[in-house]
C-alpha cells in the first residue's frame, strides 16, 4: 500500500517525508487554507513549487472550477506551471460540480476527466462518496480515485442523530457494528435484555430494512466498506484506476482500509502519529531505559 500525507503543510510533509515512508501527498483548497493562514506574504507558486520538489511521488493539486471547461483550462495551467518542477503532479478534479452550484448539470467532472485523459494529464477523481461514482470516473479515464471515507461515516452517523462536535469528535472510530445493534435496541427497548443474540431473527423483516436503511448510505455501512467495494468492481474488470482512500481520520480506519486492499491511503500527518504510537510500547521504553545498568551503558561509551 502506498502511503501519501493528506496536507499542504511544507514542515509536515518534510517531516513525513525524512520517515522513509511516503509515497505522495494530498492537497485541497481547505488543506491549503490551513497550510498558509499563519503565514504572511505567501508566495503560491513557490510554495507548492517546494512541495513538489520536497516528495518523488504524485502531489495532487485541486482545481477550483465548476464547469468542464474551467476545470480542464486550470488543470493545464496546474500541470504546466508545476509538473516541470519534478514531473510528479496529478490533478484533482471533484468527480461532479453538483448541479445546484453550477448551471451546467452533474456531469462536468467526467468531461473535464475524459479531456484530461486524453491530453495526457493523470488526475485524480476526489469526492467520491459511492462505488457507482468511481466506476463511472474509472471510465472516464482517471488514474486515482478518492473516496472519502470519514465524510461517508459521517454521513451514516447524521442518518442515525449524532453529530459531529457534540456527540463524537472528528477523529472517532466509526463503529457500524455498535450502530446496528443500539439501532435495534432502540426499536424496542423491552428487547434489551437480548443484546448479545442474533437481532435480525427476533426482528421482522419491515423493522431488519428499517435498521438497514437507518445505519447505512443506499446499503454501505461505512466509508471502508465504500474502499472495499470499489476495490472489488475495479478488479472484477481488470481496471487500472487505483483507489486512494482519503478523508481518514484515525489509525483504526487506516488499518480497514488497508485491510479492504486500498492501492494508497492518504492519511494526515496527526493520524500518522496515531498509528505509531501505543501506551505499551511507551511504558516498554519507559521500563528497558530504568533497567540499563552501567555495564551495558559502558558498552556504547
Ligand atoms: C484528500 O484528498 C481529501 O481532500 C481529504 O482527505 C479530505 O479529508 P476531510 O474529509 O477530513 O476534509
Not at 520517515?19 to 498558509?36: C, E, F, Q, Y
Not at 520536497?54 to 472550477?65: D, K, R
Not at 461515516?153 to 453529530?163: P, W, Y
Request: glycine share 6%.
Amino acid at each position: 500500500m502506498k502511503v501519501f500525507v493528506d496536507t499542504a503543510e511544507l514542515d509536515e510533509i518534510k517531516e513525513a517525508n525524512s520517515w522513509g515512508i511516503l509515497d505522495g501527498v494530498t492537497t485541497n483548497p481547505s488543506l491549503i487554507k490551513k497550510a498558509v493562514e499563519n503565514r504572511s506574504n505567501v508566495d503560491m507558486k513557490e510554495y507548492i513549487r517546494e512541495i513538489c520538489r520536497t516528495v518523488e511521488g504524485p502531489i495532487s493539486l485541486e482545481v477550483i472550477g465548476l464547469t468542464a471547461e474551467g476545470m480542464v483550462e486550470q488543470a493545464e495551467f496546474l500541470y504546466e506551471e508545476f509538473n516541470p518542477v519534478n514531473d510528479n503532479v496529478v490533478v484533482k478534479i471533484p468527480v461532479n460540480t453538483n448541479s445546484s452550484r453550477s448551471s451546467s448539470g452533474d456531469y462536468e467532472g467526467l468531461k473535464a476527466l475524459n479531456k484530461l485523459s486524453g491530453e495526457g494529464i493523470p488526475t485524480n477523481t476526489t469526492l467520491i462518496m459511492k462505488p457507482e461514482q468511481a466506476l463511472l470516473a474509472a471510465k472516464a479515464g482517471t488514474q486515482y480515485v478518492s473516496p472519502f471515507a470519514g465524510r461517508i461515516d459521517d454521513f451514516i452517523r447524521s442518518k442515525v442523530g449524532l453529530t459531529r462536535g457534540e456527540d463524537y469528535p472528528k477523529s472517532a472510530y466509526h463503529d457500524s457494528d455498535w450502530l446496528k445493534h443500539s439501532s435495534y435496541i432502540n426499536l424496542k427497548d423491552r428487547y434489551d435484555y437480548l443484546e448479545g443474540d442474533d437481532l435480525e431473527d427476533i426482528f421482522s423483516d419491515e423493522e431488519v430494512a428499517e435498521v438497514r436503511e437507518k445505519i447505512s448510505d443506499a446499503g454501505i455501512s461505512s466509508g471502508a466498506e465504500v474502499v472495499a467495494s470499489i476495490k472489488q468492481i475495479f478488479s472484477n474488470y481488470d481496471y487500472e484506476t487505483e483507489v486512494l482512500a482519503a478523508s481518514l481520520r484515525n489509525s483504526r480506519q487506516v488499518r480497514e482500509v488497508a485491510e479492504a486492499g486500498t492501492d494508497v491511503a492518504t492519511i494526515p500527518f496527526k493520524v500518522m502519529g496515531e498509528m505509531i504510537s501505543h501506551h505499551k510500547t511507551e511504558q516498554g521504553i519507559i521500563s528497558f531505559s530504568e533497567d540499563v545498568v552501567d555495564e551495558y551503558e559502558g558498552l556504547f561509551g
